[in-house]
């Protein structure tokens, strides 16, 4: 897996990668990028929403995807940090679903190279779904009689249920749960009346100051582009003396030098979207920012070692709020029946 | 509250009951019965439906009603025992939601008299919701900004976020959580085809053994006509010398004694709707039994003295899956985004 470390290529690389040449913003497209060997398929996307919404991949049975991703909502779960079976803490906030399929990398550190990868890791996370192991997990689910045919419908008669196709499965869901249409995609999309005077103030305030160097992209997250896989990182904080650092205890933590050890990786982080952030505090990996102005405030010091006016904060608030929604309205899923013995 | 010892009632009761007089077969009505104080409106039902999937209702914002009343699946949790905050299990199975409104009073044993009452007793419950008290409850969703225009659009504009409305909602959603139209149903409205010989035949066992004198009317849990709030009780187990009362430990819990601590409520127990059983395993108050046949023999052994021989059991069990379903289709609700120190 090829590794950006984002702020210096970004800024090498903006106009190659916007829209439209001379600027960086790029409205949501209408449709995820999906992998030639996943291809959505209404059977598979129907299969992929069950199984994302079942508890009975969890070792309780309490626990499912939409648990902490709960797509009624802003696609988290509203904590600091998430709580998975047997009342355990997570260590991380959860990031939202929506538009995740948008992303290069998943996870707060990028470990996961795609969404069928992601979509793994949490079943057999201790403190997430606590499964033993994967094999576990999809037996459990071959228990269930009423699966047999959705996997079927999906993937073809034979064997069918397998913990890949299950990936496949909430994957190719999850490709379905975006947000193009908000405030902003209508302006860059050029309606210019679909944003306020203060939110264009914020746009301008938001480029101006460097923001969009690391939060570009039709989602914020990295430039257009990049292929998935190909974590797009940033050092965070990369300020260690602001006064933030301590006050949310942002350093505690290395990001993706936990999970690999290596010394480059300290304190680097996949650059979270800036999507739908009115739907998903509390805020940065730890959840320890309350509000979105604060976070702003916190940005400013930590990554451009600038203290914000409340004039500027304000005004890139309003244009960030302007890049939430429209939630697409989703039908329940139907689950088969459990078998009794099943859970104990 | 009066209260209805099920037993001999029933035997006299059920020819009054009867819509068609000499049979003790009703159909599921296409709406369930409400309260004059709390008649259903679109906005008073889709903010149940809101109130009814949102987890912040709970301590640590993980736990809401769908939790262990999964309305995509069977309206329980799949599980012998709940598990609510914390990791806690609760002492008795999740009754199904699915056509509670049907029935004379809630809980396993009975004492709440009302859906409206029943909302409220979860919340507060430390091993389910776990919040301190109903105030607390319902000054963490006032503090949800987005919650305030459909308490209004449901309640009318002033003081609408109370938790009796709350609870209102909650019922008056729960009233459209009903299944008309299974293949029991269409048969007793006439369709002559709707059930297989053999379901016919367990029908037939159904009444001849006596099962239908407590599992008689619409929800097979009770006569039709009883006044809500009016708990159709009956003892369980009446033979305690069954070998399945050791087996599966079903006289431990005392039923409605553990509430009122009155002699005469000793092993006292709300008879349950025999309704969607295919989709609410595992069975009893305890959870203890694991398949549908094996809790028709347990039934037979511990209500009626009997050993019901395989051919009953099967012929029974027939008959008892053509009490399932349809689901109706669902949307999604779409909840409210949440301020960032609302929980911790």
Same mark, same amino acid.
């Not at 045919?149 to 379905?176: C, H, L, M, W």
């Not at 409340?310 to 244009?319: K, R």
């Given at each position: ?98 538009? %995740?399929?948008?992303?290069?990398? *998943?996870?707060?550190?990028?470990? +996961? ?7 793994? @890791? &949490? /079943? ?76 264009? %103030?914020?746009?301008?305030?938001? *480029?101006?100051?460097?923001?969009? +160097? ?7 997250? @990295? &430039? /257009? ?120």
């Amino acid at each position: 897996m090829k590794i950006i470390a984002g702020f210096f290529l970004a800024i090498l690389a903006l106009p190659a990668f916007a829209a439209d040449p001379g600027t960086p913003w790029q409205s949501l497209p209408l449709k995820a990028p999906e992998p030639k060997d996943n291809l959505a398929t209404p059977a598979k996307v129907e299969l992929g929403k069950m199984l994302y919404f079942d508890p009975r991949f969890s070792e309780t049975g309490t626990v499912s995807c939409f648990s902490c991703h709960n797509v009624m909502e802003g696609g988290d779960d509203h904590r600091p940090t998430s709580i998975g079976v047997h009342g355990q803490k997570g260590g991380r906030n959860a990031p939202t679903v929506w538009n %995740a399929a948008f992303l290069s990398s *998943q996870f707060w550190d990028g470990r +996961a190279g795609t969404l069928e990868d992601q979509a793994k @890791g &949490p /079943v057999t996370n201790p403190v997430e779904m606590g499964m033993k192991d994967l094999q576990s997990a999809i037996d459990r689910i071959g228990r269930i009689p009423g699966y047999r045919q959705p996997f079927e419908a999906a993937f073809g008669s034979g064997d069918a249920i397998t913990i890949g196709n299950a990936a496949k499965a909430i994957a190719a869901y999850e490709r379905t749960l975006i947000t193009p249409g908000s405030a902003y995609d209508r302006f860059v999309s050029g309606n210019k009346t679909a944003l306020t005077e203060q939110q264009i %103030a914020g746009m301008k305030q938001f *480029q101006a100051l460097g923001c969009v +160097a690391c939060h570009q992209g039709p989602a914020f997250a @990295g &430039p /257009v582009g990049l292929p998935t896989g190909t974590p797009f990182l940033m050092k965070f904080p990369m300020f260690p003396a602001s006064p933030y650092v301590a006050t949310y205890d942002l350093a505690k933590d290395q990001g993706r030098f936990e999970s690999t050890g290596k010394e480059s990786d300290r304190h680097m982080w996949r650059v979270p979207t800036l999507r739908n952030l009115v739907y998903t505090a509390p805020y940065m990996h730890n959840g320890a920012v309350k509000t979105i102005p604060e976070a702003v405030r916190v940005m400013g010091s930590t990554q451009l070692n600038r203290t914000l006016s409340d004039q500027e904060v304000n005004d890139i608030v309003a244009f960030l709020e302007s890049l939430t929604g429209p939630f697409p309205t989703q039908a329940m899923p139907k689950l088969p029946p459990t078998p009794g013995d099943l859970l104990q």
